[in-house]
Structures are given as structure tokens and as C-alpha cells.
């Protein structure tokens, strides 16, 4: 990876549970606070345990992690306990992962972020959660960029989009 296409770390956290096992493979998932990331994240995890991969969770810090009022005198506490509980939601779900896993957060493009976390790891695939259809879906379309979409215009290798039901 160039050092320009190098993604720019304002913060990075990095967490990792030591394997057990030897893990024969690396899965990447990209992960946030939408219901669509729990899905994934419980099919990535199932993929780990099949594929006895480590599974490195990586969530790009945004403007929708942060409390909305920036004026409140607790805001940085509220954004720490909010990114906070993302952590813990990843952990506990990956509590007997035996292959290990790791949680990365920081600020940045997500597809860069993926993709330096899969350059890393060497990964077998890059697993995301699918925005749903409908006609809220549109809007959200036209005001993010599709993370999946990203992806795979513009990675060499599997992305896996998972889709959420419900």
C-alpha cells in the first residue's frame, strides 16, 4: 500500500483477544451502530468459527457517533460511553471466538479503513452489512456513500454483503 493511499489516523483504539487456536485465516467485518452491523457481525462470527479465521472488526468513527448536542457539558463522556458500547457489543458477541479477534476504531473513509486493516491481515474477505432496501434506503443512498459498493469497485478481494432482515 502507497503511503498516499495510506488512510490518516486521527485516533486509533485497537483491541485484541488472543486466539486459543492458531487461526488459519483473516476475515475483516465493517462494523457502526446500525441494526444491519449486528446481523453481519453474527455472521461474521459464524464464518470465524467455521473457517477457524481471526475476525478483525473495524469501525469508522463518524459524525453519528457522537451526541448530538455539542454544547452539553458532557459530550466527549457521552461519545466515550457511546464508542465504548460498540466495543462491548463486539466483545461480547465474540466472547468465544477461539481463532481471536480484533476491534479497530478510528476516524476515516471506511473503505480505506477496511481496506488498510485488510492489506494488514492479509484477509480472505471483507464482510459488511447491507443497507436494505425501500424508499428510505434511497435517501440514504444519495447521502452516504455506499460502503459496500466502495468495496468492491475497488477491491481485489471477496466482499461479502450481508443482508438485513427486518
Same mark, same amino acid.
Given at each position: ?6 488512510? &490518516? ?7 485484541? *483477544? &488472543? ?9 475483516? #467485518? %465493517?462494523?457502526?451502530?446500525? !441494526?444491519?452491523?449486528?446481523?453481519? #457481525?453474527?455472521?461474521?462470527?459464524? /464464518? ?6 481471526? /475476525?478483525?472488526?473495524?469501525?469508522? $468513527? @463518524?459524525?453519528?457517533?457522537?451526541? =448530538?448536542?455539542? @454544547? ?18 463486539? *466483545? ?16 476515516? @473513509? ?11 491481515? @492479509? *484477509? #480472505?474477505?471483507? $464482510?459488511? %452489512?447491507?443497507?436494505?432496501? %425501500? !424508499? %428510505?434506503?434511497?435517501?440514504?443512498? =444519495? ?14 478481494? !471477496?466482499?461479502?454483503?450481508? !443482508?438485513?432482515?427486518?
Amino acid at each position: 500500500m502507497t503511503e498516499q493511499a495510506r488512510p &490518516t489516523h486521527a485516533r486509533r483504539v485497537r483491541h485484541t *483477544a &488472543t486466539p486459543s487456536q492458531a487461526p488459519h485465516a483473516h476475515l475483516v #467485518l %465493517g462494523h457502526d451502530h446500525h !441494526p444491519r452491523s449486528v446481523v453481519a #457481525l453474527t455472521v461474521a462470527a459464524d /464464518l470465524a468459527r467455521r473457517l477457524q479465521a481471526q /475476525l478483525h472488526v473495524v469501525h469508522g $468513527i @463518524d459524525l453519528s457517533d457522537y451526541p =448530538i448536542d455539542p @454544547d452539553a457539558a458532557d459530550w466527549e463522556q457521552q461519545a466515550r460511553r457511546a464508542l465504548d458500547a460498540q466495543h462491548q457489543q463486539v *466483545a461480547a458477541a465474540l466472547a468465544d471466538c477461539d481463532t481471536g479477534w480484533s476491534y479497530h476504531a478510528w476516524r476515516g @473513509d471506511p473503505v480505506e479503513l477496511l481496506t488498510a486493516v485488510a492489506e494488514e491481515t @492479509d *484477509a #480472505l474477505m471483507i $464482510i459488511v %452489512g447491507s443497507r436494505g432496501e %425501500g !424508499p %428510505g434506503k434511497v435517501v440514504d443512498r =444519495i447521502l452516504e456513500r455506499s460502503v459496500s459498493h466502495g468495496l468492491i469497485a475497488h477491491q481485489h478481494r !471477496p466482499v461479502l454483503v450481508v !443482508p438485513h432482515h427486518g
